[in-house]
């Protein structure tokens, strides 16, 4: 089959964010997805670039990997202006049943948490009510799921409403049950910069970047997909951290999928922060150093804002070159991967970003 997926530019300062359209093709029609739409001007910018590029109103799939306003706030103009079919959206309030014990308060009844669940995801609510309107189907994106070509690696629903208490909107949890649980997060933390930034040096065999960084809950719910077209394998992974890649990887493993050099397209998770990946787990996706003047086949892409000047992290770049990769930001605009369908004309190839042998030291 042949596709197109397209990286979107998010924000147009120092905001970054994600947006992702596909067309894939079955053999009689086009099919199209949307995973996240940025903020409200970039889900404007989706409708318009899915009628006039794609010259379609229907859109197959929408999926919101998690509730962050830079991924999820676009998704009401896909939803209000186009035909969507299916919506993949977690709602925190469905799950309130499951997790009456992972709060610190033994008082919440069932309604009561229902409620304080809906009114602190007001976007979540009205994207949900927006697509019940509009006759679009909702399902939650959990482990197993199929969407399209798509296969869902993360979150396990377990895992989803073990990290749902500890979302910043969420009541106060219980930390001692869902430590004992598994659920808890744990790590060096996150990593503020300072207002003077250290810096130290790298070079082809010295790395920096460290194991055992934490993002926030939200991150970690992130749902991380595989999709698979002509023996063609694409690694979506949203702002998932270290936890949701771990379980992705050993679902995937389970299934049979494939990484390293079989992938052909790879999203860094989370514009490239250095919380959200380490030394092991890019082994894991895309194999070890290869070499700075080695390249392989793998497109990688980053989704960071135009100004954006914390991501991505040169640490996370330098990572990337050493295994092979050149990676590629969206601050200069859509990043395109194509397959089985001609080269877009007048689409200019967006510059691979450069080793540098100095970087920002850890706070």
């Excluded at 996240?36 to 889900?43: H, I, K, L, M, N």
């Excluded at 991150?219 to 997909?225: D, G, M, P, T």
């Excluded at 082994?283 to 497109?299: E, M, Q």
Aim: hydrophobic share 40%.
């Amino acid at each position: 089959m042949a596709y197109e997926i397209e990286f979107h530019p998010v924000g147009s300062g120092a905001n970054s964010g994600d947006a992702i359209t596909m067309r894939y093709w079955t053999g009689s029609e086009w099919r199209v997805i949307v995973i996240d739409a940025g903020f409200q001007d970039t889900g404007d910018a989706i409708v318009e670039h899915i009628r006039s590029v794609y010259g379609i109103d229907t859109v197959e799939h929408v999926v919101s990997t998690h509730p962050d306003n830079d991924h999820i706030s676009g998704l009401r103009s896909v939803l209000s202006q186009l035909n969507v079919q299916n919506l993949w959206m977690h709602v925190p309030e469905y799950h309130a049943r499951n997790m009456m014990d992972y709060f610190h308060d033994p008082r919440w009844t069932l309604d009561g948490l229902t409620s304080d669940l809906r009114r602190a995801y007001p976007m979540v609510t009205e994207i949900r009510d927006l697509a019940v309107r509009r006759g679009t189907t909702l399902h939650p994106p959990f482990q197993g799921a199929r969407i399209g070509p798509f296969t869902v690696l993360s979150p396990a629903q377990a895992m989803y409403e073990g990290l749902l208490p500890q979302f910043r909107d969420t009541p106060k949890p219980a930390q001692q049950l869902l430590a004992l649980l598994g659920h808890w997060l744990t790590g060096v933390g996150r990593r503020a910069a300072t207002q003077i930034r250290r810096i130290i040096a790298e070079d082809a065999l010295t790395e920096t970047l460290r194991e055992g960084g934490i993002t926030a809950a939200e991150n970690e719910s992130s749902v991380v997909l595989y999709g698979q077209i002509d023996d063609r394998n694409i690694f979506l992974t949203a702002d998932a951290g270290l936890k949701a890649l771990d379980a992705a990887l050993l679902y995937a493993s389970a299934i049979g999928l494939r990484f390293g050099t079989a992938l052909n397209v790879f999203q860094v998770p989370h514009h490239g922060s250095r919380n959200n990946i380490s030394p092991t787990l890019l082994n894991r996706i895309v194999g070890g150093f290869a070499g700075l003047n080695s390249r392989n086949t793998i497109g990688c892409v980053i989704s960071a804002g135009p100004e954006d000047e914390t991501h991505p992290r040169q640490v996370v770049v330098n990572a990337l070159m050493r295994r092979g990769l050149a990676p590629q930001d969206t601050k200069r605009g859509i990043l395109l991967f194509n397959h089985g369908i001609p080269d877009r004309l007048g689409f200019r190839l967006a510059p691979t970003l450069q080793f540098a042998s100095r970087v920002e030291a850890y706070d």
